[in-house]
């Protein structure tokens, strides 16, 4: 499961709750536990998918492990578990699914779409998106962004909300850099099994670029949200973590062959993709 992983959940998932109070619009507390526990089982079966399936192709035998890459290590070690590791992913895909259902039912078809990309990005990422350099870059962002958040938005409140949209992007270009950085130590890996994502494609070069590219949208986004009205100005405090983005940035343009001294940055990006859309939503709470 990668359980401190799943920090993540409810800090995209905060994003949900602060735009509908922005809008004032009222969340039921069953609405909103019932939220949490769809976007972690959602966050849990990929998770335990990925874990599954990389050990099916014999990339986590290939991989240096790291904090933040490489698998948890616990398959390689107790392979006669494979089994469980399925069987868990699977359950909480039906756990998410069913969460998904009872919010169709309570908000309208209008959900349909998001939970079908949602339940595809879960399936398909591990075995299938890898094979796309632009797939396999955008797949985790959307994920937590446009389709948890928004979604996670309508099924609360039983409206669509541009100010959840617009606080969708944040994740969107944070987590789509994290899992890039994260790739960094298991190129030559990847490309053993077979996975053509952008590292394997254009080389870490490209990726360093690229990685620059979502720092910069992510502050574009934020300020967009503002000028368009979607965002009070109070939002800007997530500039406060600007320097730790100048610094993560400068951090893989020096670093970006030398692993070992790559992975205090990594470290640092967590917590900027975990930080930002916390003040994010703090921000919108607050008026």
Known sequence: MRLPFLLLVPACLGLAWAAAAYDGLPVAPGDLVLVLLGGLAAHISVNALNEYEDFRSGLD?????????????????????????????????????????YFVQLRGAALIPLGVTGVGLVVLYTRWLTRSPLACLLAPGS?????????????????????????SLPPLFLVSGLLLMNQFPDVDADRSVGRRH??????????VYVLTGLMLSLALSVVLAVVTGHAPVGVFIVFLLAPLAVVITRGLWRHHENIAALIPFMGMNVVLTLATPVLYALALAAL
């Open 61 to 101: 035998l290939r991989t240096e492990r790291t904090p933040f890459s490489g698998g948890s290590g616990a398959l390689p070690a107790q392979p006669e578990r494979a089994r469980y590791a399925l069987a868990t992913g699977l359950l909480a895909l039906l756990v998410t699914v069913g969460v998904g259902l």
């Open 143 to 167: 994920g937590f962004g446009p389709v948890m958040v928004t979604g996670a938005n309508i099924a609360l409140t039983g409206q669509f909300s541009p100010t959840a949209a617009m606080a």
């Open 198 to 207: 952008l590292l394997v494609v254009h080389g870490t070069r490209a990726g």
